[in-house]
């Protein structure tokens, strides 16, 4: 993500806590936190930071990604994880995605029994996957 990042002044940070253990497959798990951050990038404003929020409870691993930036309205949040959806329809997939990749991510979560869901205000947008420890 580097690369884009830079062009956009944008910069994540990671916020987790020590010594997490999550049991899945690493290469689909790979494909879920890409899909999710770049989503968050290509959504947040410019100059911006996007978070990266992880922690742990007895049972569940909770990620958190949150950017800054347009609220998303609540008839397009339910939809968003539908497949060949896209929040901004003049998005071409030479500027944006094929509408896939959030699909493909709840797909890949709730094949690991666990759940993925968005949240928007004025403030911020933020992606929380919640994964089971085993």
Excluded: C, M, W
Excluded at 63 to 85: A, W
Excluded at 93 to 120: P, Q, W, Y
Aim: proline share 2%; glycine share 6%; net charge negative.
């Amino acid at each position: 993500f580097y690369p884009v990042l830079v062009e956009q002044e944008k910069n994540i940070h990671l916020n987790q806590d020590e010594d997490i253990a999550l049991y899945g497959d690493a290469d689909k798990l790979s494909k879920v936190f890409s899909n999710v951050i770049k989503n968050a990038i290509s959504y947040s404003k410019d100059h911006t930071d996007i978070n990266i929020d992880v922690h742990s409870t007895h049972d569940d691993v909770i990620i958190k990604v949150i950017n800054k930036g347009k609220e998303i309205p609540q008839e397009k949040l339910n939809r968003i994880f539908e497949n060949f959806y896209r929040l901004d329809s003049a998005r071409t997939s030479r500027t944006g995605g094929s509408g896939l990749g959030l699909a493909i991510a709840k797909e890949i979560v709730e094949l690991h029994h666990g759940s993925i869901f968005a949240s928007s205000d004025k403030e911020e947008t933020v992606f929380t996957i919640t994964l089971p420890k085993n």
